[in-house]
């Protein structure tokens, strides 16, 4: 009993550092949204030019994708890590001293690229420390990256009124990958080393099934994304202030945090997921309609469902990814390709956003898109069945 105690202590100890490490993986982009309306009064940006606060550093994590298994495995996993989590502080903190929208862009391009070097890592880490419960540890993983919006996205605007400084606003969320650093380096010692094994994405790109894969994870995060950067300022502009935009932005995410640990823990006991991801996306195109056709009247609902869909899409996608291979190395690589591909098409969804309400004086048109890809991928979910996975990978 004892030794079934001392070896499980570890484990804890690896997916509590991993937990704190996720907190950091999303608040340089959440934060954004609820201050767009203060950062435009100090920086003149269009709709269009702001979305690239969101677009770049996502697209910047789709590129960064394809090379972070390749330094992890020079590096090590624990390096990787710390380089990882300093460069998110640094572009973070850094925010404390721009002056133009390109600094602003470039210190949002640096986070994400040290964001994709731990999302690349981790789904390989995942399945190969914890391949027993691995669903179950990835939806902790994904449910505290979006515990790290939560956090941003409502108590950016307050850290910004008692501060004074939208910058702070943007810049005091550095602090979170102190704890991070520190617990993941004192727990380190005591992780069991993997043997390095060559890994490569490039066997991928012919593949029709990784194509597929990376496709619906794109599509779904593009609905995350495009949310995340345009959730608040679309309501700011129906009269709503920002801290109100904000909490209801936190709102959403803690309902994505809710389904991130429930959703996972549920599709475990089935290996056939297609059924869980048709409900998420249902909830998702209903919170859509919702907001388009009535904003004001049950205005937490609609955040509810597409909280509950969106929160649950993430990791059920990843989880997807995984359950097609079996060997850690391979599924992680798979996973990197996926997320290299998928963060590439859902980088765009801002722009295509912003460019919309430029044009349309209005984000309506952008719900309607996203509802109608939504409803597309309906169409995509019956192809992941289960008993057909291993025909797709040699």
Avoid at 35 to 49: E, H, K, M, N, V
Avoid at 65 to 70: N, T
Avoid at 107 to 122: E, P
Avoid at 196 to 223: E, H, K, Q, V, Y
Wanted: glycine content about 10%; aromatic content about 10%; charged content about 10%.
């Amino acid at each position: 009993m004892e030794n079934v105690r001392s070896s499980s202590r570890p484990a804890l100890w690896l997916m509590l550092g991993i937990m704190f490490i996720a907190l950091n993986l999303r608040p340089s982009m959440a934060a954004v949204g609820p201050l767009l309306t203060a950062i435009r009064g100090d920086i003149p940006l269009s709709f269009t030019l702001a979305s690239l606060l969101t677009m770049l550093p996502v697209m910047a994590m789709g590129l960064a994708m394809f090379v972070g298994l390749g330094v992890s495995q020079r590096l090590g996993e624990q390096r990787t890590v710390v380089l990882s989590l300093l460069i998110i502080g640094l572009a973070t903190v850094s925010r404390l001293f721009v002056d133009s929208a390109a600094e602003l862009i470039l210190s949002a391009v640096l986070a994400g690229i040290g964001i994709a070097l731990i999302q690349a890592l981790m789904p390989v880490l995942i399945k190969s420390r914890f391949s027993d419960n691995a669903a179950l540890c990835m939806g902790l993983y994904v449910t505290s990256i979006m515990g790290g919006a939560a956090l941003a996205a409502s108590f950016a605007p307050l850290l910004m009124t008692r501060t004074g400084s939208w910058r702070l606003g943007l810049a005091g969320w550095a602090l979170l990958t102190v704890p991070a650093l520190l617990f993941w380096c004192a727990q380190r010692a005591g992780m069991p080393t993997q043997p390095a094994r060559s890994s490569s994405n490039r066997s991928f790109f012919r593949n029709p099934r990784a194509w597929l894969l990376a496709i619906f994870f794109g599509l779904g995060t593009a609905s995350y994304t495009c949310v995340l950067a345009w959730l608040a300022p679309y309501y700011v502009e129906t009269g709503w202030s920002e801290q109100d935009a904000g909490l209801l932005l936190g709102f959403l995410t803690a309902m994505e945090v809710l389904s991130g640990l429930l959703t996972p823990a549920l599709a475990s006991r089935s290996r056939d997921r297609r059924w869980v991801l048709g409900v998420l996306l249902v909830l998702i195109m209903a919170g859509f309609c919702g907001l388009i056709l009535s904003p004001h009247h049950l205005s937490l609902l609609w955040p509810c469902l597409l909280g509950l869909g969106i929160g649950g899409l993430f990791p059920m996608s990843l989880i997807v990814s995984l359950d097609h291979l079996d060997d850690p190395r391979r599924a992680g690589s798979l996973t990197a390709f996926v997320q290299g591909i998928g963060y590439l098409i859902a980088g765009l969804s801002p722009l295509v956003a912003g460019m919309i309400r430029d044009q349309f004086a209005g984000f309506d048109w952008a719900w309607w898109t996203l509802t109608a890809v939504m409803a597309l991928m309906l169409l995509m979910v019956w192809r992941f069945n289960p008993l057909h996975y291993s025909r797709h990978f040699d």
